[in-house]
């Protein structure tokens, strides 16, 4: 079980920010689903030109993806900068990420962090996560576990699956923090039920070892399925291995020898040699 960096921060921050009613006629809905055409794309231009911050992100989001108009990540960036300026959260997020990614500007981890900092020091939740990513694999900043631990926690208050996953991590190894099973197992919990598929295995994993927690193996069971069912190759080895062994089930080669094959078809090496 290892923290990963996630790649598709940029469209969960997309999805998080709504423009407010002052950029009304630029149809955030249409860009989102990207079904925007000339017409909202001109509704937006003219607001953002006007220096309305909500407009300047819009557009910034259409040229960076070529929605409504040519694609063009450098003005895209150059529109997310403005909002940026003026406070806009959002902005400051995607602007880092175009750094972090080296799209419509010049590659800067530095930069990148700079901009995920202002972000999350609005309480912007998906930067306070990926401020926790900085540091913890000293991207931009020097490495700094109990950083990356603290601004985890901070993101996990505002209810950002993908930092509880880690912080129950960090609990749950000593992180940058002490160990702590029974912690681990809440922000895994609260993780999974927003349907992390990670969490869900690793609360699986605490329940049927008993480590946080009374030991359970029906709860276990619960979220190892939950996990596969959510593509978790961890997860269906798991189960392949509670049906062999008939472990708080009856025993059951088939269910077994099913859950296997899935495992090794997700990756699995060990499934792949149960099978062999």
Same mark, same amino acid.
């Given at each position: ?102 799209? #419509? *500007?010049?590659?800067? +981890? ?8 202002? &972000? @999350?020091?609005?309480? /912007?939740?998906? $930067? ?111 189960? #392949? *291995?509670?049906?062999? +062994? ?8 088939? &269910? @077994?020898?099913?859950? /296997?094959?899935? $495992? ?13």
């Amino acid at each position: 079980m290892r923290i990963r960096v996630l790649p598709a921060i940029l469209a969960l921050a997309l999805s998080a920010a709504v423009p407010s009613a002052g950029a009304a006629g630029c149809d955030w809905d249409a860009i989102q689903s990207g079904k925007a055409d000339s017409s909202v794309f001109s509704a937006c231009e003219e607001k953002a030109r006007a220096g309305n911050r909500d407009a300047e992100h819009a557009l910034g989001n259409m040229y960076y993806n070529g929605i409504g108009a040519a694609q063009d990540p450098a003005e895209g960036v150059r529109w997310w900068r403005k909002a940026a300026e003026q406070g806009d959260a959002a902005s400051q997020l995607n602007l880092g990420q175009a750094y972090m990614e080296g799209k #419509g *500007v010049a590659q800067d +981890d530095a930069e990148a962090f700079s901009w995920y900092r202002k &972000a @999350a020091e609005q309480g /912007f939740a998906p $930067a306070e996560f990926l401020t926790g990513q900085m540091y913890a694999f000293g991207k931009g900043t020097a490495e700094d576990q109990a950083e990356a631990v603290r601004w985890w926690r901070k993101a996990s208050e505002h209810g950002w699956a993908y930092a509880q996953y880690n912080l129950g991590h960090a609990l749950e190894n000593g992180t940058g923090t002490e160990k702590n099973a029974a912690g681990a197992l809440s922000w895994y919990r609260r993780a999974a039920e927003q349907g992390h598929a990670g969490a869900e295995y690793n609360l699986g994993y605490l329940y049927r070892e008993g480590k946080g927690g009374p030991q359970d193996n029906a709860e276990a069971l619960s979220w190892f399925r939950k996990a596969a069912d959510h593509g978790s190759a961890d997860a269906q080895y798991a189960l #392949g *291995v509670i049906y062999a +062994d008939g472990t708080g089930v009856p025993a059951d080669n088939e &269910a @077994a020898a099913s859950w /296997f094959d899935a $495992a090794c078809r997700n990756g699995s090496r060990k499934a792949c040699d149960v099978r062999r």
